[in-house]
């Protein structure tokens, strides 16, 4: 299913935070029909541009990791214009066992240094064990909460406060890439 911005109906971006932090279980902003996406609408004043959901945003995952990963909900957004493009996935799986597997299974092959990946940090925020990795001329973290596996990459000068966007904390509280998390070998 593919939903675009201005079809969306919506909450504010807030909830896509309380999902992450695991306090709502089911999402807020809907799309066409009573399909739902936990993704915020906005990420530090990008606009949800693109939405993917369901077997389609499974097979741009699945292209990323060059399998199924086997979610039992995907969602990918596109944000901002593409000269400053942000795109967030969010695989959901049916427990937190397996998006636990799944994010340890991206952070060694991640922390190996492939995948065209590097400067592999972890870092604690809200309790949640967050990896950051630079590439692709952009800055991204990931990590699980609950029965979810978040990707999120952004331009650099707005990483840091695209994320303590998504997480609703203060942007002091994101370490600068190489800051003061523990380097991943």
Same mark, same amino acid.
């Given at each position: 299913?593919?939903?675009?911005?201005?079809? +969306?109906?919506?909450?504010?971006?807030?909830? $896509?935070?309380?999902a992450v932090a695991g306090?709502?279980?089911?999402?807020? #902003?809907?799309?066409?029909?009573?399909?739902?996406?936990?993704?915020?609408?906005?990420?530090?004043?990008?606009?949800?541009?693109?939405?993917?959901?369901?077997?389609?945003? $499974?097979?741009?995952?699945?292209?990323?990791?060059?399998?199924? #990963?086997?979610?039992?909900?995907?969602? #990918?957004?596109?944000?901002g214009p593409p000269e +400053?493009?942000?795109?967030?996935?969010? /695989?959901?799986?049916?427990?937190?066992? %397996? $998006?636990?597997?799944?994010?340890?299974?991206?952070?060694?092959?991640?922390?190996?240094?492939?995948? %065209?990946?590097?400067?592999?940090?972890?870092?604690?925020?809200?309790?949640?064990?967050?990896?950051?990795?630079?590439?692709?001329?952009?800055?991204?973290?990931?990590?699980?909460?609950? /029965?979810?596996? #978040?990707?999120?990459?952004?331009?650099?000068?707005? $990483?840091?406060?695209?994320?303590?966007?998504?997480?609703?904390?203060?942007?002091?509280?994101?370490?600068?890439?190489?800051?003061?998390?523990?380097?991943?070998?």
């Open positions: 299913m593919y939903i675009t911005a201005t079809a +969306m109906h919506g909450c504010i971006r807030a909830v $896509a935070a309380l306090l709502v279980g089911s999402a807020c #902003v809907r799309g066409e029909g009573d399909s739902a996406t936990p993704l915020p609408r906005e990420l530090h004043g990008l606009e949800l541009g693109d939405l993917h959901t369901g077997d389609d945003a $499974a097979r741009l995952i699945g292209r990323l990791h060059g399998s199924n #990963v086997s979610p039992s909900e995907s969602y #990918v957004g596109y944000y +400053m493009r942000a795109i967030l996935y969010l /695989s959901r799986f049916h427990d937190h066992s %397996g $998006a636990q597997s799944q994010l340890v299974a991206m952070a060694d092959r991640i922390g190996s240094g492939s995948g %065209g990946f590097g400067h592999h940090t972890q870092f604690h925020v809200l309790g949640i064990e967050i990896h950051s990795v630079f590439g692709y001329g952009q800055i991204h973290y990931f990590f699980a909460r609950e /029965s979810d596996v #978040v990707w999120l990459g952004m331009p650099p000068p707005m $990483a840091r406060a695209g994320l303590a966007d998504l997480l609703l904390v203060a942007v002091d509280s994101i370490p600068s890439l190489g800051g003061t998390g523990r380097i991943v070998t």
